[in-house]
């Protein structure tokens, strides 16, 4: 298992956590909030599974699911930008 990988992840989850709390309080903050707050935490908990995948065929489909997570976070956190 690569802890170094899954360390940096949950960090990950904390920062985006910590920082959804700076936005500001109006509705469509709120949307991008929910949906970061949702990505982000899954790319964790996703690469968690994967971790204790049943097969190789497992571990890819979880990894992928990983990293469509990540790209919707960075989706997301690139459009806060605006707020």
Known sequence: MDKGL???????????????????????AQVIRYQLAKA???SGANYEEAQAASSKADFSN??????????????????????
Request: charge should be positive; charged fraction near 25%; include cysteine.
């Open 6 to 28: 899954g360390d940096r992840l949950f960090r990950f989850v904390v920062d985006i956590i910590n920082f959804l709390s700076t936005l500001p309080k109006v509705t469509e």
């Open 62 to 83: 979880k990894m992928k699911i990983v990293l469509r997570e990540m790209r919707e976070s960075n989706c997301c956190t690139n459009s806060c930008i605006t707020f």
């Open 40 to 42: 982000s935490s899954s």
